[in-house]
């Protein structure tokens, strides 16, 4: 994912707390942002002690260059500073883009270039753009809206769009890059229902990536980095992450019989190992994907649920409900 504009990094922490992102990007123009990012996002005493079962990258960039970029080979959770206008080969094959109150803040030229350097640049599968409802400013009296003296909800906003203007711009972006797009928005006035007379105080445009043509290829990051790239490496977040290895089919065979007991306590609400269910017992497929040790030695949910399946696992477990359901065959 690509957080446009990502700001202190507020978007970024949320997506480096799901361990199913491997490559998280952040642009902004502003240094002082940049820094917090960089600060906020560092590791905590929690993701050392509770190891990731997969690597994710992260790295800040700053927009102008002042001196060499780092490259780096591993998965990274990139920051970045620089126009939204600038595409940069280092975030080309991203599966999707956020760009989360930012094209209000984006003079015509920028603007202009925005859908051609996302949509067309990029080429995300997905891309999510939301932008103040000026419509709803109705609701914010010192906003004056709809008269001479109406003001925009922030000193730096170049414009505030209506729900039509948004989507007229929505719309034109799709066509032009062959995505297709929809509308929701964020946020009603305390009370008032499902009123949306004014719509949402946020509106919000979701970009889907049609199937391309045979002359519209998804570009892939290149296998070497552009010389000259618009963005400048800021510095690199590590996150630890489990990297063991030589795990047989037996020590994850051996984690979930341990780990069985405690997760029928919980969906059964067991006091007592005498007050367990006599086998079979029905579990959640996801309880036994939730326990970390497990996802670390599986690392992928098709291996766990290979393993579930072998002939090792037969005579303690069953897999029903199209993967859905672990029958447990054994006494706890």
């Known amino acids: 994912v690509i957080d446009l504009g990502c700001g202190e990094g507020s978007l970024v922490q949320i997506l480096l707390n799901d361990t199913s992102f491997h490559r998280i990007a952040g642009v902004d123009v502003n240094e002082d942002s940049l820094a917090n990012a960089s600060f906020d996002c560092q590791p905590t005493e929690h993701d050392h002690r509770f190891l990731r079962e997969h690597p994710v990258e992260c790295n800040l960039y700053q927009g102008e260059r002042t001196g060499p970029d780092k490259v780096t080979l591993e998965l990274t959770c990139q920051l970045q500073g620089g126009s939204v206008a600038d595409v940069d080969d280092r975030l080309l094959g991203f599966d999707a883009i956020s760009c989360v109150e930012v094209v209000e803040h984006l003079d015509p030229p920028v603007l202009a270039a925005f859908p051609a350097a996302t949509l067309g640049g990029y080429r995300p599968r997905l891309m999510i753009v939301t ?68 719509g949402h105080c946020t509106q919000v445009a979701i970009f889907t990536r049609n199937a391309p043509a045979s002359s519209d290829p998804v570009l892939a990051a290149p296998s070497t980095p552009t010389l000259n790239p618009p963005y400048l490496h800021y510095s690199e977040i590590v996150m630890p992450y489990f990297s063991e290895t030589g795990h047989t089919d037996a020590d994850i065979l051996a984690e979930l019989k341990d780990s069985t007991r405690f997760l029928i306590h919980i969906e059964y609400d067991t006091a007592s190992r005498a007050d367990a269910p006599r086998p079979p017992v029905r579990l959640p497929f996801d309880r036994y994907w939730g326990v970390l040790r497990i996802r670390q030695l599986c690392r992928y949910r098709e291996e766990l649920d290979r393993v579930l399946r072998s002939p090792a696992a037969q005579a303690d477990f069953e897999v029903l409900d199209g993967g859905d359901t672990v029958l447990v065959l054994f006494h706890v």
């Open 131 to 198: 932008t103040p409802n000026a419509e709803f400013n109705v609701n914010f009296p010192n906003l004056n809206y709809g008269t001479p003296e109406a003001t925009l909800r922030n000193w730096d906003h170049r414009f505030e769009w209506t729900r039509k203007e948004f989507e007229d711009w929505a719309n034109a972006a799709a066509v032009s890059h062959n995505y297709s797009v929809e509308f929701t928005g964020i946020g009603l006035i305390t009370g008032s229902g499902s009123d949306l007379s004014h």
